[in-house]
């Protein structure tokens, strides 16, 4: 049974940063393209960060420069630095794979940017 399990969100001020953790189970990580996605609930679910089996990244331009994905495939982890967050990050935070699969998305994890 795959499984994703999120983690690492919080309250934090603008400017700030946090980092996000997505633990998975039951699947080859290490063949698949991941992803970082967030909703609000104004929103749709959003596509945040994008990185494939062989390292190569992408990022929704809201996020460019601020937010750095990367992947431990030791570990079956991938991660989301996020730098200078500002209050529209606020969103609860998700990794599937990309593209996403609906049966696989987990509880996800709280951020909340606020001064």
């Known amino acids: 049974q795959v499984q994703f399990v999120e983690s690492g969100g919080g309250l934090v001020q603008p400017g700030g940063s946090l980092r996000l953790s997505c633990a998975a189970s039951?699947?080859?990580?290490?063949?698949?393209?991941v992803a970082w996605y967030r909703q609000t609930p104004e929103k749709q679910r959003e596509l945040v960060a994008v990185?494939?089996?062989?390292?190569?990244?992408n990022y929704a331009d809201s996020v460019k420069g601020r937010f750095t994905i990367s992947r431990d495939n030791a570990k079956n982890t991938v991660y989301l630095q996020m730098n200078s967050l500002k209050p529209e990050d606020t969103a609860v935070y998700y990794c599937?794979?990309?593209?996403?699969?609906?049966?696989?998305w987990g509880q996800g994890t709280q951020v909340t940017v606020s001064s």
């Open positions: 599937n794979l990309h593209p996403s699969v609906a049966r696989y």
């Open positions: 039951g699947i080859r990580f290490n063949i698949y393209t």
């Open positions: 990185i494939s089996s062989g390292l190569s990244t």
